[in-house]
C-alpha cells in the first residue's frame, strides 16, 4: 500500500530487499506514475530533516542513506534557505541571512515583500553554485540494455534485471540501449531518466547507430533502487513521439 509512511521507510532504507523490490514494482506497474504521493512525502521527509524532527535514528539514516547525491543535498540546503527566511530570529542562532532580513525590515522604504525578493535570490544563487559544481565526466561504468514491457513485474518478468553496485567507480555511467526498432532517417533520441519516485532528468543522447543508442548518465543521479529508461523520438520534422516499453535496471 502506498502510504507517507511507506514512501519515507523507503528513502531511508529501512524495508528489507523484498520490501524495496515490491514497492518499486508496485510504482512501475502503475499504469499513471503516483508523483504526487511519492513528492509530497519526501517534501514532509525533507521539512521534518530541517526542522530538526526526525528521531535521532531517523537522522542517521537520512544522511546515510538519502543525502547520497548532490541533486539530494542542493534540494535539502534549498530548504534550509528558505527555513532561514521563514523562521524568527529569536528562535535559533542568528545568521548573516537574519541580520540581512532584519536589515531589510527596518527600512520604511522597503516593501513588505522583500523577504520574497530575498528568497528568489537565494535560490538563483543556489541553483548557480550547483551548476557551477556540475563538470563533464572523464571517467566510466559500461551497461547494455534491451527494451522491455512497461507492465513487467517482478512475477511475470522474462529476463533478470541488469545490476550495478555503489560506489560505481566512475564519474558517470555509459548506458547502450538496443534500438527497438529502425528510426526513420533524420531522426534523434532524447532519454528520461526515472526510478520510483517518478522522472529525474531528461537527457540528449551522446551518438547512434544502426543498433544502439548510447546515453551518458552522471554518477550523482544513482542511488540504490529501480531505474527505467524510456526513449523519445525525435523527428526529422521535429515531432516527438515516446516509444512504447522501457529499458530497466538496479543499483545496489
Same mark, same amino acid.
Given at each position: 500500500?502506498?502510504?507517507?509512511?511507506?514512501?519515507?521507510?523507503?528513502?531511508?532504507?529501512? +524495508?528489507?530487499?523484498?520490501?524495496?523490490?515490491?514497492?518499486?514494482?508496485?510504482?512501475?506497474? !502503475?499504469?499513471?506514475?503516483?508523483?504526487?504521493?511519492?513528492?509530497?512525502?519526501?517534501?514532509?521527509? *525533507?521539512?521534518?530533516?530541517?526542522?530538526?524532527? &526526525?528521531?535521532?535514528?531517523?537522522?542517521?539514516?537520512?544522511?546515510?542513506?538519502?543525502?547520497?547525491?548532490?541533486?539530494?543535498?542542493?534540494?535539502?540546503? #534549498?530548504?534550509?534557505?528558505?527555513?532561514?527566511?521563514?523562521?524568527?530570529?529569536?528562535?535559533?542562532?542568528?545568521?548573516? *541571512?537574519?541580520?540581512?532580513?532584519?536589515?531589510?525590515?527596518?527600512?520604511?522604504?522597503?516593501?513588505?515583500?522583500?523577504?520574497?525578493?530575498?528568497?528568489?535570490? &537565494?535560490?538563483?544563487? +543556489? #541553483?548557480?553554485?550547483?551548476?557551477?559544481?556540475?563538470?563533464?565526466?572523464?571517467?566510466?561504468?559500461?551497461?547494455?540494455?534491451?527494451?522491455?514491457?512497461?507492465?513487467?513485474?517482478?512475477?511475470?518478468?522474462?529476463?533478470?534485471?541488469?545490476?550495478?553496485? &555503489?560506489?560505481?567507480?566512475?564519474?558517470?555511467?555509459?548506458?547502450?540501449?538496443?534500438?527497438?526498432?529502425?528510426?526513420?532517417?533524420?531522426?534523434?533520441?532524447?532519454? %528520461?531518466?526515472?526510478?520510483?519516485?517518478?522522472?529525474?532528468?531528461?537527457?540528449?543522447?551522446?551518438? %547512434?547507430?544502426?543498433?544502439?543508442?548510447?546515453?551518458? *548518465?552522471?554518477?550523482?543521479?544513482?542511488?540504490?533502487? !529501480?531505474?527505467?529508461?524510456?526513449?523519445?523520438?525525435?523527428?526529422?520534422?521535429?515531432?516527438? %513521439?515516446? *516509444?512504447?516499453?522501457?529499458?530497466?535496471?538496479?543499483? %545496489?
Amino acid at each position: 500500500m502506498m502510504t507517507d509512511e511507506r514512501i519515507t521507510a523507503y528513502l531511508l532504507n529501512e +524495508l528489507t530487499e523484498r520490501e524495496a523490490e515490491e514497492f518499486e514494482e508496485q510504482c512501475f506497474a !502503475q499504469p499513471e506514475w503516483p508523483a504526487t504521493e511519492l513528492e509530497s512525502a519526501e517534501d514532509d521527509l *525533507i521539512e521534518a530533516y530541517v526542522r530538526n524532527e &526526525l528521531t535521532p535514528e531517523r537522522r542517521q539514516r537520512f544522511e546515510e542513506h538519502y543525502l547520497t547525491t548532490v541533486a539530494r543535498k542542493d534540494r535539502v540546503l #534549498l530548504a534550509e534557505s528558505f527555513l532561514c527566511v521563514a523562521c524568527s530570529a529569536a528562535s535559533r542562532k542568528v545568521t548573516w *541571512i537574519d541580520r540581512l532580513k532584519t536589515f531589510w525590515s527596518a527600512q520604511a522604504a522597503i516593501p513588505k515583500y522583500a523577504t520574497v525578493a530575498l528568497v528568489l535570490v &537565494l535560490g538563483v544563487v +543556489l #541553483l548557480i553554485w550547483s551548476m557551477s559544481r556540475q563538470s563533464a565526466p572523464r571517467t566510466f561504468a559500461n551497461l547494455s540494455l534491451t527494451i522491455a514491457s512497461d507492465n513487467r513485474t517482478l512475477n511475470n518478468s522474462t529476463a533478470p534485471t541488469p545490476k550495478l553496485t &555503489l560506489p560505481l567507480g566512475a564519474d558517470a555511467l555509459r548506458v547502450s540501449l538496443k534500438r527497438p526498432e529502425p528510426a526513420p532517417e533524420g531522426s534523434t533520441y532524447s532519454v %528520461q531518466l526515472e526510478n520510483v519516485m517518478g522522472p529525474l532528468k531528461t537527457f540528449e543522447i551522446e551518438s %547512434q547507430d544502426a543498433d544502439y543508442i548510447k546515453v551518458v *548518465i552522471p554518477a550523482d543521479y544513482l542511488t540504490p533502487g !529501480q531505474y527505467a529508461l524510456k526513449l523519445l523520438r525525435i523527428n526529422k520534422d521535429g515531432t516527438k %513521439q515516446p *516509444i512504447n516499453g522501457s529499458y530497466f535496471f538496479d543499483v %545496489q
